[in-house]
């Protein structure tokens, strides 16, 4: 409950508000003219403190790079160095010089607005680009990721009570991104094709792995001797060796929680010949001068062993990850069912297998029915449906 009181000004009585924020700092507003207005005002200032809305305008002197510090420090001590990397790069690179020296309480929704149509155009400054001169038109992808790291920060101002409200939510004029390109799946006679054209038996049987397990490469590439079960035909998948900015960063698997995958048994005699004679702790796929295999280069007209066994074997072009998708489509095929798919490839749930790969159990649906069929005229001899 704020107080008020009369004091004698140059301009005759007038009236103050006085009260305590929601972090207990005494705040006081002056030169009411009446009782009555300070009273509206006092009124409206508890009301905005027991909605949570109440903000304290000097509060919202505050620069966006001043509390973007803080909110990247938070993002990095949460993510994962392969998901905090894109943030940190898109925050120097886009956000920062538009925002950076910009006080909060400044922003309006048109000014984010108008930021939004000049990056998707390729007119805003950036570290790239210059004012007044105009740059590459950036897809919708960068520019949801630039606007997703203002808003993250200004919401943590809001949640601070330095601004009532967000001017980067709700944008008008938010690119949508394009239609995803369809999968290129693999057939098994593809993927032995191309294992063939490896250059060595470790990589060989690295390919076949990916292929027929749906691990992710840097899970791949950091499992042990320890981590292979030849009885049982399992991978034990506890940790990943992921390449950020040119250095491995080794952690728990991109879902935070480590499982079990299934291999098919024609793989174990070749992971067995891998890890002949190795110790416990030594690495399956190692590269060749000793630590973790570094990703290949992929990119279009560039020079690498897996570029090269592609073109050999006379496939198209694709990278590491589009063997986790085969492995996808040839669980499927062979009749893996969802929840054990979600399990197999670490995905949070199986609504999210189900979203990835919904083109799959699509071109399912019609043997279900197929074989729902032939059990139902099995079982029946045809004399279910009698007149």
């Not at 909605?51 to 001043?66: C, R």
């Not at 929680?257 to 048994?265: G, I, K, L, N, Y």
């Not at 590491?320 to 996808?328: G, I, V």
Request: charged content about 25%.
């Amino acid at each position: 409950m704020g107080s008020i009181d009369a004091y004698e000004s140059a301009k005759g009585r007038r009236y103050r508000v006085r009260w305590r924020d929601p972090e207990h700092q005494q705040r006081e507003k002056r030169g009411f003219r009446t009782k009555r207005e300070a009273e509206l005002y006092n009124a409206t200032v508890e009301v905005a403190m027991m909605k949570g809305t109440y903000f304290e305008a000097s509060q919202s002197k505050i620069t966006v790079g001043e509390l973007a510090e803080e909110w990247l420090a938070n993002k990095e001590q949460a993510l994962k160095p392969s998901s905090f990397s894109p943030i940190r790069i898109a925050w120097r690179v886009y956000v920062e010089p538009r925002w950076a020296a910009t006080p909060i309480g400044a922003i309006r929704p048109s000014a984010v607005e108008k930021w939004i149509r000049e990056l998707s155009q390729g007119k805003a400054v950036t570290v790239r680009v210059r004012v007044g001169n105009a740059g590459k038109p950036r897809s919708a992808g960068v520019v949801l990721r630039a606007v997703g790291i203002l808003a993250g920060i200004l919401d943590a101002a809001v949640r601070d009570g330095r601004i009532p409200a967000n001017p980067a939510r709700g944008a008008s004029n938010l690119p949508r991104k394009g239609t995803k390109k369809r999968r290129r799946y693999l057939t098994n006679e593809e993927v032995f094709r191309f294992a063939r054209a490896m250059p060595d038996d470790k990589r060989s049987v690295l390919v076949l792995t990916l292929a027929y397990t749906g691990i992710r490469w840097g899970e791949a590439v950091a499992l042990t001797v320890n981590d292979i079960d030849l009885d049982r035909c399992r991978l034990a998948i506890h940790q990943t060796a992921t390449e950020v900015d040119g250095l491995i960063h080794v952690g728990p698997p991109k879902s935070w929680e480590a499982r079990s995958v299934p291999f098919p048994s024609f793989l174990a005699p070749r992971l067995e010949a891998l890890i002949a004679g190795k110790k416990g702790t030594a690495l399956v796929f190692p590269a060749r001068a000793g630590g973790y295999l570094a990703r290949p280069d992929t990119a279009w007209n560039r020079q690498s062993w897996w570029l090269t066994a592609l073109r050999d074997a006379g496939l198209e072009h694709m990278t590491p990850h589009d063997l986790k998708h085969t492995a996808a489509s040839l669980a499927v095929s062979a009749g893996a069912n969802v929840k054990a798919l979600q399990r197999m490839l670490g995905h949070k749930s199986a609504a999210m297998t189900l979203d990835t790969y919904a083109d799959l159990f699509e071109d399912d649906l019609g043997s279900v029915a197929d074989r729902l069929n032939e059990r139902i005229l099995a079982e029946s001899g045809g004399s279910l449906w009698t007149s």
